[in-house]
């Protein structure tokens, strides 16, 4: 894998719980893919398997990753995640190399799902799509159409910030043909997200998380949770210079209760 210019990582468990809102979007994900992994012997003697490609498309920060690692972990699946931004870096002949290689890795590691990231950055140039690019679409559309979950139990899940840039022919049926949109959190979500990336956080008691929602309108969860993270460390700077003042205070109680007692002790 060194070889290519991409990056194949092994994922760490998330839940279904550590995602925060996109209830519609977690039931529709469970339906379609996690059910057949779960419960892939029985779906196998009844001869239905699950679709190949689901596109999460969706503004940055949405989620989207977090869902695809979800998908895995609750599916019990490897997740091999690769950036097609990265990948159209590469030289002629690398990019569709690593594109196999993913493949091939993942029917080896089977359960597993593999996570495209940035798909748009394919088409983005469009009609002057660079030589790179034209290899790497034929490719990617080769190893889809030989996705075979008879044989190894391989899902592609893809996301996408622009998905109307997308070519047509990779979203027809039998290739990526579930789209799901991947929507900024409304006000009830802000705050189940706010309660899910806080979870292991003792919380002060005056902390309104619904509170805090409602005045976050537009914000994603990236940016939540990156709001929760300043403010513990706002809290823990404060808790230093507090402890500080404490221990000062203890220091000052401490010697005149010492001094009594050595008192009433030598008395
Ligand atoms: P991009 O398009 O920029 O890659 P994305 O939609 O894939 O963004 P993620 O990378 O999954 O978004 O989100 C970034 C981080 O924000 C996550 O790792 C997670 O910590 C937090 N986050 C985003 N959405 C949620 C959510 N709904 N619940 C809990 N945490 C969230």
């Given at each position: 894998a060194?070889?290519?210019?991409?990056?194949?990582?092994?994922?760490?468990?998330?839940?279904?719980?550590?995602?925060?809102?996109?209830e519609a979007v977690k039931a529709l994900l469970h339906e379609s893919v996690v059910w057949f992994y779960q419960n892939s012997d029985a779906f196998q003697k009844l001869g239905i398997s699950p679709g190949k490609g689901v596109l999460l498309y969706g503004p940055p920060g949405t989620g989207k990753t977090l869902l695809g690692k979800a998908v895995a972990s609750e599916?019990?699946?490897?997740?091999?995640?690769?950036?097609?931004?990265?990948?159209?870096?590469?030289?002629?002949?690398?990019?569709?190399?690593?594109?196999?290689?993913?493949?091939?890795?993942?029917?080896?590691?089977?359960?597993?799902?593999?996570?495209?990231?940035?798909?748009e950055a394919l088409?983005?140039?469009?009609?002057?799509m660079g030589e790179v690019g034209k290899k790497l679409f034929s490719q990617l559309v080769l190893e889809i159409d030989a996705l075979d979950w008879r044989t190894a139990h391989v899902v592609l899940l893809c996301a996408t910030n622009h998905p109307g840039s997308l070519d047509p022919s990779l979203l027809r049926a039998g290739r990526i043909d579930r789209l799901i949109a991947v929507s900024p959190p409304s006000r009830t979500e802000r705050a189940d997200i706010l309660r899910a990336v806080s979870t292991h956080m003792r919380l002060h008691k005056d902390v309104d998380l619904k509170d805090i929602a409602a005045r976050t309108r537009?914000?994603?969860g990236a940016d939540l949770r990156e709001l929760v993270r300043r403010a513990s460390l706002a809290a823990l700077a404060r808790l230093g210079m507090e402890s500080k003042v404490c221990r000062k205070r203890t220091e000052f109680q401490v010697i005149?209760?010492?001094?009594?007692?050595?008192?009433t002790h030598v008395s």
């Open positions: 060194s070889q290519h210019n991409y990056d194949v990582t092994r994922m760490e468990t998330v839940k279904w719980t550590d995602i925060g809102g996109h599916s019990g699946a490897n997740f091999l995640s690769i950036s097609i931004a990265d990948l159209i870096k590469g030289e002629v002949g690398e990019s569709e190399k690593a594109i196999a290689h993913t493949f091939r890795t993942a029917r080896r590691c089977s359960p597993c799902v593999v996570f495209i990231d940035e798909l088409f983005s140039r469009h009609d002057q537009g914000k994603t005149p209760l010492s001094a009594k007692y050595t008192d």
